[in-house]
């Protein structure tokens, strides 16, 4: 999911999906899939046996899959063999199986964790959770699909994209930087578990599916904000650091993605022991183990996010905007799969020289 915390976060891909025109669009392209996934659903129902875990999420996974291919394509407006030949295997690998089928799963596992809070449980009631499953997930990976391909459109058309959204700018961060993330992840994964493992030792209340629930996100969720600030790089105190960001953009934050995410991988794990693996009560060591994955994961994905804000920052400083609209500088600085400013600046000086002893020869 952190492709849709990155569409939402990092400015340069939030101001290009919410304009007007696109988001329009996509209201439609969300309908569609949804209404299409509704009737495949009653004309599957009778022949395939839904209140099987297995079924309801292969068959999840595949609408979603053809749904992600149908609305990339729809975000990329490009035919399909363009879309093979510019964008490349692997990057449709990733559309179709990662946003498409592995999303879709993991967000009908949370359909259901969230419902049988709710106390419509998928075992005593699999018809209405099964279809809200898939008809959420559905929707859901339509709209990020179709996100994900109007910015790569943008992408090709030479427009400043600074950080796709397809994970490769993580894996830079974890190859160079493995030590400042992990100085977050495990006193995060830490701090999580013991604080979860003592709500429920104070008793049933605490162990209760809802008091966990309330107790990891709004831990994981505030080490998120923390791991955020840290990764922007903000000089002093950390209360002058909190009061230079702002509270009500801090507020924000915390609340989505932090507390809002936070909640949605504790549901999807607890979907997942709960109907994969028809664990009935959770113990204490997996209450602990979920809550400290959650909290490490979160602690990751904020350092992440305000690191690659702050190479965006930094990048439009060195670098005007009408120069970062030029394709050719746009494929230097995506090649750098990180980019810092000063190695951005040192090329750009390396080309003007390459050039001018050219126009010399």
């Given at each position: 999911?952190?492709?849709r ?8 891909l ?6 007007g025109a696109v988001?329009?669009r996509k209201?439609l392209?969300?309908l ?15 022949v395939?046996?839904?209140d099987?875990?297995g ?6 996974g595949v609408?979603?899959?053809v ?5 990339y394509?729809v ?8 879309l093979?030949?510019d964008?490349?295997l692997?990057?449709?690998i ?8 592995i ?6 596992l ?6 049988k ?12 959770p099964?279809?809200?499953a ?9 709209r ?5 391909g109007?910015?790569r459109?943008?992408q090709?058309?030479?427009?400043p ?7 490769a ?12 993330v ?14 979860a493992?003592?709500?429920?030792w ?7 599916p ?9 831990v ?5 904000v ?9 000089s002093?105190s950390?209360?002058?650091?909190m ?23 504790y ?15 959770l ?10 994955i959650v ?5 990751m ?17 060195v670098?005007?905007d ?8 746009m494929g ?13 600046g040192?090329q ?11 126009r010399?020869?």
């Amino acid at each position: 999911m952190l492709h849709r915390m990155a569409l939402r976060v990092l400015p340069s891909l939030t101001l290009a999906v919410t304009e007007g025109a696109v988001r329009q669009r996509k209201r439609l392209v969300m309908l569609l899939p949804g209404l299409v996934a509704f009737f495949l659903y009653r004309i599957v129902k009778p022949v395939m046996p839904v209140d099987e875990i297995g079924t309801l999420l292969a068959m999840s996974g595949v609408i979603c899959l053809v749904t992600a291919a149908w609305a990339y394509r729809v975000g990329r407006d490009a035919p399909a063999a363009a879309l093979w030949q510019d964008d490349g295997l692997r990057r449709l690998i990733w559309v179709l199986g990662w946003v498409g089928f592995i999303y879709g799963v993991q967000l009908s596992l949370m359909v259901l964790a969230l419902l049988k809070l709710a106390h419509y449980d998928y075992r005593l009631h699999p018809e209405g959770p099964a279809m809200m499953a898939v008809i959420i997930a559905c929707t859901s990976v339509a709209r990020d699909a179709f996100e994900i391909g109007y910015v790569r459109r943008l992408q090709r058309r030479g427009e400043p994209v600074l950080t796709f959204p397809d994970g490769a700018a993580l894996r830079a961060l974890l190859r160079e930087r493995a030590g400042a993330v992990l100085r977050w992840m495990l006193p995060a994964m830490t701090v999580g578990a013991l604080l979860a493992g003592g709500a429920a030792w104070i008793g049933a209340g605490g162990r209760s599916p809802l008091s966990q629930l309330a107790v990891v996100s709004v831990v994981a969720g505030s080490l998120t904000v923390l791991a955020y600030l840290a990764g922007d790089q903000r000089s002093g105190s950390w209360s002058a650091v909190m009061t230079t960001a702002g509270w009500p953009a801090l507020f924000r934050f915390w609340w989505w993605p932090g507390l809002a995410f936070a909640a949605t991988y504790y549901l999807t794990l607890d979907g997942l022991l709960s109907y994969v693996f028809r664990l009935e009560a959770l113990s204490l060591v997996y209450l602990m183990g979920m809550a400290g994955i959650v909290a490490g994961l979160m602690a990751m994905y904020g350092y992440y996010l305000g690191y690659r804000r702050h190479v965006e920052d930094q990048v439009k400083q060195v670098v005007p905007d009408s120069l970062l609209r030029c394709p050719f500088v746009m494929g230097i600085l995506s090649k750098t799969g990180n980019p810092q400013p000063a190695a951005i600046g040192q090329q750009l000086q390396k080309l003007g020289a390459d050039g001018l002893q050219g126009r010399r020869g």
